[in-house]
């Protein structure tokens, strides 16, 4: 694609794309719901007699649009073609063209893994890929987000099957199960718990025994078939020595089966901790399940029950009030409007006690009439109006919440600063293939079975078995058919199983976000602008540090964009003729405007000054500037 | 002390003048000498505290002290598989994990009264670095943030705060804003990432590049006077000073021979440790190097003998080689962590060990600080703390008092609220000598 063709790439871009329906959802009751919404804020403006701000205009809209619905700046041919044509419905068409590009869901993964802490490895031999996978094919099927609660909440069995891979959720926090519920109880509740995990919360209403009661649905995290594998296990363990082959096959069926595996559903009764220094109860009783709020579900001590977090699940969806609806509908305000109705998001009040009682009420009643559907719900956001208001220079009027007094201008994120600078330097990121899932089965480091057996097969098989004296028979097989690599078939077969599991990106691939390895390695552009290590529920930080400024200056931004004379970005500038043009079409890619008086004169001596050079000049200075860093 | 210009808590003020003066006056960039004269003159001398500088290694997720600076040989069941070994010093242990350290234990202060009101990681290690508990309507500044702005830079170049491994949140600048931010170090091998300009770029273009930016950066402060918006403009200047020092081999721990390499050890803890000490030599004024995974609520046994064969070596290392070089007198060296672990061992967790904030260990050495010495007693399980206790804000009111800070100064926000480096904490006065 050449500059010379945007116009006429920009027109396949968008073709057959306007008028018609997101996903499945009717696009009048979106449009229907966005003018709620902006009724609403029209009547706030009323009460207090200000004057509604003014829309922001196309550039700003572009820019806003992309970085918000999916994460990255556009490329030159869709930032040019939307500012070129003429056409009253366009913000309408962009926004139905955004929420239809692979970006959405690449965009919205990265906040899934921040927020239930999607981390690639443990520590340890055992992994989290299968549940990564998942929640990345959950965001990219736009699962709804009632569902997708259920099924990390309720998970239970192999970590492996994709029917079951949301075991991850759990799997991920072994032996920490305490802080796994602290976790899930402020993800999906904006409850903050985790003072009453050790002690009653001064500052709230949570005892610690109310913890524990609530503790007691996801109690009894096993793993499945551990009681048959152990004692072989051990008998191997203690051998390793002398029998290696053995001990890298033992490896595969104990950390990487069974370790990923969650058995049980949580038994609903738990033992209160040594020391519990209440009076409600004492060190060691057992107590049954009870949830703290809301409708309230019990389960008894004295039974033997095997749904405790079936139940949790559900009474987090269906049982809290207007609690659930109303937490994710703040979150996704926030995510489209750049502050939530209230801050922190994680910290629930109840509609009648936020700053606008009406407003919560309405969103999270439109986050129940579409049915949780995430994408429905940012599209309705996308297309009011209160989206488009014009940036506000000053800071919120109310403390931590939105003003409503128009956008607030903010760092970008540490992702869609990445994404933007891949779009620069490769062009549209969205068309390749998602990161992809390799089941093969690795002993130590060797792929074995390839093509005629995988993790998937090999997991269920293990976990089916019922005695130790099949476990046994099981594993002297399985080492027997893994222990001569010449034995193995190799050949067409590999590759039939490498292609079906998709591409694996290393640390230094220009794809998007992500699709890299998770958390970013510590020295990763991405972690230096502040992505999460996803140890901690949303722990990306926007602080800038002078060590963000050296990369820009000196880092991937100079070697893979502005000294890189192949960079997708230089393609814009092919058939533009004089210096004006050039510099127009380098700002229409980066900053997606086009450059002032002022601007035009200052680069324009640049390119007198310098000549080629200039442009690589010109092109360093727009990428360092707080422009591109921040959304307006 | 509020009549002398020279002691105010902004620093940068006092350094931009040196560095004009510098350069108008002098023609040249303040080098390696210059660096020790401006510590000279910088507001340090408050008569209690020795230390100029402080290296703060952080064991994040919770370092079990049972397992290591609190053992309780006579208790079977509460040290599981770990057993006690003797030290250099006659009456301090350690876990047998530590045999390095073990040597050096003359020179370092245990505190086993260590006590936290957070349980949780996010919590506890941000009341640890910032004296103040997490609240969703404020940053507090970290640790190194505190000294930096209290104590000022002492090279006028290298950042007053380097943080090695560490993440962003909890070295933030917090209200005081990015330049009191550490600059962060991902990898110690590689040092201060992208601190040199690119080969392809020549000196002239570099510079036209920046005055660019310059312009349209102004223009956009214009357009929206936002505090983190001209938090990127000043950081484009102090980016390039920091590029033209003569000290930014500080950040090349390739400069160090084999030899001393080796002897602290391999990983990027222990080399980590190493890069600590040269930034130090080099007059940054608050280094700090994490090590994780000290979660070890799964096989505490086996977590805890991992994360020790990175400390181990590396730590001993550290205070060997400071002393060697003259710097272990002004420089303290503090090993903190958010909490400890319990007296319980999880046998369904396969030995596993949980949080345990009511009582934990750290340690304090050099800079003035006395060696060989214990301070604090917990109960005869490490439960509980029966003497000396030591609360979070004590133990940073400790580290200020250490260098000689005004550890009760009160600040205000921008929101207009009062803040100091220790909140409330008292310094523990006797641990020096």
Not at chain 1, 559 to 567: G, I, Q, Y
Not at chain 2, 5 to 30: C, I, N, Q, Y
Not at chain 2, 305 to 327: H, N, P, S, V
């Amino acid at each position: 694609m050449t500059g010379c063709g945007l116009l006429l790439s920009g027109l396949v871009v968008f073709a057959g794309l306007s008028g018609r329906a997101a996903g499945e959802v009717d696009p009048g009751s979106l449009k229907k719901h966005a003018l709620e919404i902006d009724r609403q804020v029209a009547e706030f403006y009323r009460s207090r007699k200000l004057s509604v701000p003014e829309v922001a205009d196309d550039a700003t809209f572009l820019r806003r649009a992309f970085l918000v619905a999916i994460g990255r700046i556009p490329s030159s041919e869709e930032a040019l073609f939307f500012l070129e044509i003429e056409d009253a419905g366009k913000r309408e068409q962009l926004v139905d063209y955004l929420l239809k590009s692979p970006g959405f869901s690449s965009h919205m993964s990265n906040w899934a893994f921040d927020l239930v802490r999607v981390v690639d490895r443990n520590r340890g031999r055992s992994h989290n890929l299968p549940y990564r996978h998942w929640v990345r094919e959950a965001m990219a099927d736009n699962m709804p987000w009632d569902e997708f609660t259920t099924h990390l909440l309720a998970a239970e069995g192999n970590g492996w099957d994709p029917a079951t891979a949301a075991v991850g959720y759990y799997t991920r926090d072994k032996g920490m199960p305490l802080d796994n519920l602290s976790n899930s109880m402020r993800i999906f509740l904006g409850t903050r718990m985790e003072c009453a995990q050790c002690h009653d919360d001064p500052f709230g209403d949570t005892e610690r025994f109310d913890f524990y009661q609530l503790a007691a649905f996801t109690h009894g995290q096993g793993f499945m078939a551990e009681g048959l594998l152990r004692p072989l296990y051990q008998e191997v363990r203690d051998a390793r020595m002398e029998r290696p082959q053995e001990n890298r096959a033992m490896e595969v069926l104990w950390d990487q089966v069974i370790g990923m595996s969650l058995d049980g559903g949580g038994s609903g009764s738990i033992s209160l901790p040594g020391d519990y220094q209440y009076r409600d109860g004492d060190p060691g009783e057992v107590v049954g399940a009870r949830t703290p709020f809301g409708r309230t579900v019990r389960m008894s001590p004295r039974r033997s029950e095997h749904d405790g977090r079936r139940k949790l699940a559900d009474w987090v969806v269906h049982r809290t009030d207007a609690q659930f609806a109303e937490v994710i509908a703040n979150r996704m305000w926030k995510r489209v409007m750049g502050k939530g109705l209230y801050e922190p998001v994680d910290d629930y009040k109840p509609a009648a006690q936020s700053p606008h009682p009406r407003m919560m009420a309405l969103l999270a009643s439109i986050m129940v009439d579409l049915d949780y559907d995430l994408k429905a719900f940012q599209h309705t956001l996308l297309l009011t109006r209160t989206f488009q208001f014009a940036t506000n220079p000053e800071v919120s009027k109310v403390e931590a919440g939105d003003d409503f007094h128009g956008r607030k201008i903010q760092r970008l994120s540490a992702e869609q600063i990445w994404d933007s600078l891949v779009t620069l330097a490769v062009g549209d990121p969205d068309g390749k293939p998602r990161r992809g899932l390799d089941t093969r089965i690795h002993v130590g480091n060797r792929p074995v079975l390839v093509g005629t057996k995988d993790m998937v097969q090999l997991s269920r098989e293990v976990l089916a078995l019922k005695t130790r004296e099949e476990m046994r028979a099981y594993f002297d097989e399985f080492v027997r058919a893994t222990g001569d690599s010449r034995q193995n078939p190799r050949g067409r077969n590999e590759m039939a199983v490498m292609s079906s599991g998709g591409p694996s990106y290393g640390r230094g691939a220009m794809v998007r976000a992500s699709e890299l390895p998770s958390p970013a390695p510590r020295d990763h552009f991405l972690y230096l602008f502040g992505a999460s290590d996803r140890e901690v529920v949303e722990a990306a930080s926007r602080e800038p540090n002078v060590g963000q400024v050296l990369s820009l200056m000196n880092g991937v931004v100079q070697d893979k964009l502005v000294n890189d004379p192949d960079a997708h970005l230089y393609k814009c500038l092919e058939g533009a003729g004089s210096a004006e043009e050039r510099i127009r079409r380098l700002y229409i890619s980066i900053l997606n405007r086009p450059p002032n008086e002022r601007e035009m004169e200052w680069m324009t001596d640049e390119l007198d000054a310098r000549g080629g050079q200039g442009i690589r000049n010109v092109v360093a200075a727009l990428v360092m500037s707080s422009e591109f860093l921040f959304l307006q | 002390m509020s009549n002398n210009p020279f002691l105010k808590s902004d620093e940068p003020t006092r350094r931009r003048f040196m560095a004009t003066a510098a350069g108008t006056f002098l023609g040249v960039h303040l080098g390696p000498v210059a660096g020790p004269m401006v510590a000279a003159a910088a507001p340090l001398k408050v008569p209690e505290g020795k230390a100029k500088h402080v290296i703060y290694l952080f064991m994040a997720g919770g370092m079990s002290h049972l397992d290591t600076f609190d053992p309780k040989p006579k208790k079977k069941e509460v040290m599981g598989k770990t057993t006690a070994i003797a030290s250099n010093v006659d009456d301090v242990m350690v876990g047998h994990y530590l045999p390095e350290t073990a040597k050096v234990m003359d020179k370092v202060c245990v505190i086993n009264s260590m006590n936290s009101t957070q349980g949780a990681h996010e919590q506890g290690s941000y009341i640890m670095h910032t004296s103040y508990g997490l609240r969703g309507t404020i940053k507090h500044p970290s640790l190194g943030s505190w000294v930096t702005k209290l104590g000022g830079r002492i090279h006028p170049e290298l950042p007053g705060f380097v943080a090695i491994d560490s993440s962003p949140e909890l070295t933030g600048g917090g209200f005081f804003g990015a330049k009191y931010a550490a600059a962060p170090i991902g990898s110690p091998d590689e040092g201060l990432k992208d601190s040199h300009r690119g080969t392809e770029v020549s000196e002239e273009d570099f510079k036209r590049r920046l005055s660019l930016a310059d312009k349209l950066n102004r223009q956009f402060h214009g357009r929206y006077p936002n505090a983190d918006v001209k938090a990127y403009e000043e950081l484009y200047r102090e980016a390039v000073a920091l590029m033209n020092s003569e000290d930014l081999k500080a950040f090349d721990i390739r400069k160090e021979s084999g030899a001393t390499r080796r002897m602290y050890g391999d990983g990027r803890f222990a080399q980590g440790c190493l890069l600590a000490r040269r930034l130090v030599e080099h007059g940054v004024r608050f280094v700090e190097v994490q090590l994780g995974g000290w979660d070890t609520h799964y096989d505490n046994f086996t977590g805890v003998e991992g994360r020790c064969k990175q400390f181990d070596r590396a730590y001993a290392a550290l205070l060997t080689d400071l002393e060697k070089c003259g710097k272990l007198k002004d420089t303290l060296v503090v090993v903190a962590t958010e909490f400890g672990r319990t007296p319980e061992i999880k046998e369904e967790h396969n030995g596993g060990r949980d949080h345990h904030p009511s009582a934990f260990s750290c340690l304090l050495a050099g800079g003035g600080v006395k060696g060989g010495v214990k301070h604090g007693l917990t109960d005869s399980s490490g439960r509980k703390v029966k003497s000396g206790a030591v609360t979070v804000q004590d133990f940073n009111a400790t580290i200020a008092y250490g260098l000689g800070l005004p550890y009760d100064k009160v600040l205000m926000s921008p929101t207009r609220r009062p803040f100091s480096i220790a909140d409330e904490g008292k310094p523990v006065k006797e641990l020096f000598g």
